[in-house]
């Protein structure tokens, strides 16, 4: 099992008590006024994000066949191309590539708590793309480098890396499927916490030489694949009021 929780909840399980690591605050300050504006009319002005959670949340929340969450997850990997040093030959040891894939993963949690929890009057449409591309860039760089420690466990343990996949796209077809911002967290701040969580337990396992080392590398792919799929999806939203 990749992981086992309820079917049509869509909320994702959390890992072991000793492997739960917090990442980052959950809750920042209260709204403030930006500065050399009036509250009222910056809000209205920046209203833009509070509307687009809304349109993409309602966009997400659909069945997504695999073929498509394949191809999202191949042009993800893409992206996460740019991520890796161009000089540099990429560690041979699964756990070293998990190991750099963590403050990535760190700056994705506070980028996805800055979208959710920060006043609409202070996000407004620049911060907002910035804070987005944020989002992008780290979670298609983490499962870059988690997908390369995923194929060199493969190589060091006779399977192949592409024999999970279809189990992270499953996952992540549920959990987008149940996606909602009515839920506490959110569903991008949970799947965006919960990929460093499970990446920590990835390395865990590692360092022990543990056979559950590929199920909980792909638990955190699945979660990546969910925030990549958000960050695709919120461009759109943007535009759609």
Known sequence: MLIAHRA???????????????LIPRHVG???DPPGG???NAIAAAGWLVRSLEVIYRDLARPWPVDQLAASYQAAYERGVSDMPADETPPDRPITLLATAIPRLISLAVAANVLHILPAAVLDAAIGNDVLGTLD???AGSLHRCHVALEAHARAHGYHADEWLPLAYEQAADWLEHASAAVDPPALIDHAQQAGRYAAVAIG??????????EAITDTLAHLLTVCVF???APAGRQDK
């Open 8 to 22: 049509g909840t869509g909320r994702s399980r959390e890992p072991p008590a000793q492997d739960r690591t917090p």
């Open 30 to 32: 209260e709204p403030i």
């Open 38 to 40: 009036d509250g009222e």
């Open 137 to 139: 860039l780290t979670a």
């Open 205 to 214: 396992s590692l360092d022990r030489n543990a056979p559950n080392a590929p």
């Open 231 to 233: 960050a695709d999806t």
